[in-house]
């Protein structure tokens, strides 16, 4: 069990730029999520996957924001035409289907859109 | 899930025990209550979950009331790391976090 791993730890863009951040889970793991956190807030909870189906991503904070996990392994978070609003914090986690499934988190990674 | 209301922070003495409410009315039969902590510039850390009894392990203990309407993490001997953002979730999914209390050990 080598955790949660994410890349890059933090990005610094400029805005209108395309960023796309990479999420590896546990390897066992069939679930994946994505959250949002900014300063002062809880994680904000933005999409997950099933193996590789997206089953939740009405809370995608608009269509700049997508996400996809093709094999049912890592994950990416892509943001288009970034805005100085989207600067924060990305979180992912994953969890097993069964049993209470709680969420592994990995460290996240910071983006700053100058 | 169940909306959740927790007190936005809490002090408590280190080698004391850290009580940590939360209030989750509307949680549902089937839905757990689960306990996670953030630590300063990490990610979310799961401590424990319980859908009836309570429930102890090696961090800490959840005291869960009969009517399940709320519940009280207990750390039985705070140290200075136990300094965390504590997170209670009502849930299946376990998607919403809220602010948290932010409890702060004094030496």
């Known amino acids: 069990d080598t955790g949660v791993s994410q890349n890059p730890r933090h990005k610094i863009t400029k805005r209108g730029q395309n960023v796309t951040f990479r999420c590896d889970p546990i390897s066992e793991h069939n679930r994946l999520y994505w959250y949002r956190q900014t300063l002062g807030q809880g994680p904000e909870f933005l999409t997950y996957?099933?193996?590789?189906?997206?089953?939740?991503k009405s809370r995608l904070l608009s269509d700049r924001f997508s996400a996809e996990r093709p094999k049912g392994s890592f994950s990416t978070l892509e943001i288009q035409r970034t805005e100085q609003g989207d600067s924060a914090m990305y979180l992912c986690a994953s969890s097993r289907v069964t049993g209470v499934g709680e969420q592994y988190f990995g460290p996240g990674t910071r983006l700053t859109v100058t | 899930d169940a909306k959740t209301t927790q007190p936005p922070s809490m002090d408590c003495a280190e080698g004391r025990a850290a009580n940590l409410p939360c209030n989750h009315s509307t949680i549902s039969g089937n839905e757990y209550v689960y306990w996670y902590r953030q630590i300063h510039s990490q990610g979310p850390q799961y401590i424990i979950h319980g859908l009836k009894n309570n429930e102890t392990n090696e961090m800490a203990s959840l005291i869960i009331t009969e009517d399940r309407k709320s519940s009280t993490l207990i750390l039985p001997h705070a140290t200075l790391r136990d300094t965390a953002v504590y997170y209670c979730i009502g849930g299946i999914n376990q998607f919403y976090f809220g602010t948290g209390t932010s409890l702060t050990v004094i030496p």
């Open positions: 996957f099933q193996n590789e189906a997206q089953l939740e």
